[in-house]
């Protein structure tokens, strides 16, 4: 069992769509962190948090530590949001960090 | 520009051959990583280093070798002893982890894509 979900696996949604990718964990946690993986292969973080909520731009990041739960959501999505988002989380112990499989977003336009 | 720098992008390899990734990086950062991606599955850590001249196995060590002499420097040989080396490796660095409840982020290297033929 991986400690971490995501869901779904593949999406495609039509320009201007809103989209929520969704990560679940089975473990505790110091962080947990969202990624895009674009089609080279560079992964680049999108958001690093532990509580709440955090903005930048067009997606909007949400954490329920109660729940193990988070939610990337991209408003008015465009096709360059077109890309592998990753979910990951960093324990309080070592220095490791676990990786949900990704989801793989298609916007068209 | 501060970043990680991986190479050679592409990289094909004879059954049997070692070879060598290079992952260097310019942001003074204590700890790196490399990971395996295959298709459909998450990121899988090879190892780890925290400080200069030393290492750590992570989940999928074996096949795998590293060394540590520089802080900007941190190369991985798949040797012909992994037997499945074709994959996608990157390589991440970060600030050493203080304590308290934040990690640091990682930040990632573009990534090689080794094939073995």
């Known amino acids: 069992k991986n400690e971490v979900e995501q869901s779904p696996q593949n999406l495609t949604a039509q320009e201007g769509e809103f989209i929520t990718i969704n990560c679940s964990y089975s473990?505790?946690?110091?962080?947990l962190h969202w990624l895009q993986q674009h089609p080279g292969g560079g992964i680049v973080s999108l958001f690093m948090?532990?509580?709440g909520k955090k903005k930048h731009g067009r997606l909007i990041a949400t954490i329920n530590i109660q729940e193990k739960h988070s939610s990337l959501h991209i408003t008015a999505s465009h096709p360059r949001d077109s890309a592998v988002y990753i979910c990951?989380?960093?324990?309080?112990?070592?220095?490791?960090?676990?990786f949900g499989t990704g989801t793989s977003l298609t916007v068209i336009p | 520009d501060g970043g990680i720098t991986q190479s050679p992008k592409y990289l094909f390899r004879k059954e049997g051959q070692n070879v060598t990734l290079s992952c260097e990086q310019n942001?003074?950062?204590?700890?790196m990583y490399w990971y395996r991606q295959d298709p459909g599955q998450g990121l899988r850590l090879i190892y780890y280093?925290?400080?200069?001249?030393?290492?750590q196995k992570g989940d999928i060590a074996e096949g795998y070798s590293v060394s540590r002499e520089k802080k900007e420097s941190f190369p991985l040989t798949v040797t012909s002893a992994q037997k499945n080396p074709t994959a996608f490796y990157l390589c991440?660095?970060?600030?050493?982890?203080?304590?308290?409840?934040?990690?640091?982020?990682?930040?990632f290297g573009p990534g090689t894509r080794l094939t073995v033929l």
């Open positions: 991440a660095s970060s600030i050493r982890r203080t304590s308290g409840v934040y990690d640091n982020e990682q930040f």
């Open positions: 473990v505790g946690i110091s962080a």
């Open positions: 948090l532990s509580s």
């Open positions: 990951a989380v960093s324990r309080n112990t070592g220095n490791q960090f676990y």
């Open positions: 942001l003074n950062h204590d700890a």
């Open positions: 280093s925290q400080i200069v001249n030393d290492f």
